[in-house]
């Protein structure tokens, strides 16, 4: 009878006792080893029962040991040449320098959070980002919560729970995480009344479908896809005006944080100023894709309905905290003082051609040019995190000639510093939209380390 290669997997107490082990507990905490031990050796034993012969005991300790070293040292800086502005993934919107000062400050010691220093009695945490908010956006008033899923959560738990909201079929979207607009609805309390098809929705659909249960609209900008051909839709300012005539809220949730189109902006995203002019009683939005600010969500509109949101108990479970709030004031006072091109997610949109193009010429030197394989082209940019769908940025690259481009991805992702790239057509496209002047030699060094890599490749 053949032997059991799963008896070959040592066990935990065994590893632990040896002295990598005893030396990597050191640095990253016996419990932490411990545990991600117990899981490797758990994936271990998986892949044994189908006859896998197991790795070195050396082998598992360097897993092992890796991935509690990466526990403990947190979230780690990467560079971003995929051309992707808003990658979810990498943290969606990079902040400006004043916003990282703000937190910096906040976090260093105590501040005014919540009390108001003239007067010495409490004060609300988000007061002055609400403000800047409803000034940039001429809202009535605003409220700033955690994300813009909470946003609309704590919207629709206030307004219409136990009550009908209408939804065109076309915008029941999904955003990142599974997350789906009919399941944020149910958690809410409110009844989702699906009107229209998925491509075509008219004013009457919205009409025969409203009764003496409807609470309010709602209007759900599909900001990660588009819907072309045979398609219709109905405007804001049409279900801004049924929505009057019945009396109702009109709600409608933008997602990509513009909050106004007060400078030249490609594509067709609506704008929160746009979307209130419209009729809109309530907008929510995000705070860390286009507005270019920490992870939050932005409700503005009507202040007697931003005073029943304030009042329900969500809200409270909602709320940011003091760095997201240090940083998003940061942010909107670029915004309030038109200087948008300190805020990096509008810098790289506005990026000009010949500034790219320089930028991927002085990379390919670096790398060392046609001689190393590293030859500058056209690309294209996207936007992504859930805004402008569709819509493509021109920009410039470096293409990298490499034997196994899945493979030098993969280590360039694991390298220091982690590069994180696009391999399109077999080969490895570097967007330099996306990667600052000063990253720039950091970015040549690690493509120059994973190349070597290759050669030894190649000599084994």
């Not at 040896?18 to 030396?23: C, T």
């Not at 690309?379 to 992504?384: D, I, L």
């Amino acid at each position: 009878m053949a032997e059991d290669v799963r008896r070959k997997v040592p066990s935990v107490d065994t590893l632990l006792r040896s002295e990598p082990a005893q030396r990597a507990s050191a640095t990253v905490g016996r419990a932490l080893l411990k545990r991600t031990l117990v899981a490797t050796l758990s994936e271990l034993r998986a892949t044994a029962a189908d006859g896998t012969t197991p790795p070195s005991d050396d082998e598992i300790l360097t897993v092992a040991i890796g991935r509690a070293a990466d526990t403990v040292f947190g979230l780690t800086p990467v560079i971003n040449a995929t051309g992707v502005l808003l990658h979810t993934n990498l943290g969606r919107a990079p902040l400006a320098g004043s916003a990282i000062r703000a937190i910096t400050r906040t976090a260093s010691g105590y501040s005014d959070l919540e009390i108001d220093r003239i007067s010495g009695v409490r004060g609300r945490r988000s007061s002055r980002a609400e403000l800047l908010l409803a000034s940039l956006t001429d809202a009535e008033d605003a409220l700033v919560v955690n994300n813009c899923a909470a946003a609309v959560v704590l919207v629709l738990a206030a307004l219409a729970k136990g009550r009908s909201v209408l939804v065109s079929r076309g915008e029941l979207i999904e955003i990142g995480g599974e997350f789906r607009i009919p399941d944020i609805m149910k958690a809410s309390g409110a009844r989702l009344v699906e009107v229209g098809t998925t491509n075509r929705t008219r004013l009457a659909d919205y009409r025969n479908a409203l009764d003496d249960r409807s609470a309010a609209i709602l209007k759900v900008h599909p900001s990660n896809y588009r819907v072309v051909g045979f398609t219709a839709e109905v405007s804001a300012k049409e279900l801004g005006t049924l929505a009057r005539k019945r009396g109702i809220p009109f709600l409608y949730d933008v997602g990509s944080g513009l909050l106004d189109h007060e400078r030249s902006f490609p594509g067709d995203e609506p704008s929160v100023r746009g979307a209130l002019a419209d009729g809109a009683d309530l907008v929510t939005c995000s705070a860390d894709k286009l507005l270019g600010g920490p992870q939050a969500g932005c409700i503005l509109g009507r202040a007697d309905l931003i005073r029943r949101l304030r009042a329900h108990p969500l809200a409270r479970a909602m709320r940011v905290d003091k760095l997201q709030i240090a940083a998003l004031e940061a942010t909107l006072r670029l915004h309030a003082t038109g200087r948008h091109d300190e805020v990096p997610v509008h810098a790289m949109m506005h990026a000009g051609d010949e500034l790219l193009a320089k930028r991927a010429h002085r990379l390919s030197r670096s790398i060392g040019g046609d001689l190393e394989g590293a030859h500058v082209v056209r690309c294209e940019s996207v936007v992504g995190g859930g805004s402008l769908p569709g819509l493509s940025l021109p920009s410039w690259g470096v293409r990298v000639k490499a034997p196994d481009p899945p493979a030098f991805a993969s280590r360039l992702r694991s390298g220091s510093p982690a590069v994180f790239c696009r391999v399109e057509d077999g080969n490895v496209v570097l967007d330099v939209r996306t990667v600052t002047d000063e990253q720039l030699h950091d970015l040549a060094r690690a493509v120059l380390y994973a190349l070597e890599g290759d050669d030894l490749d190649d000599e084994g």
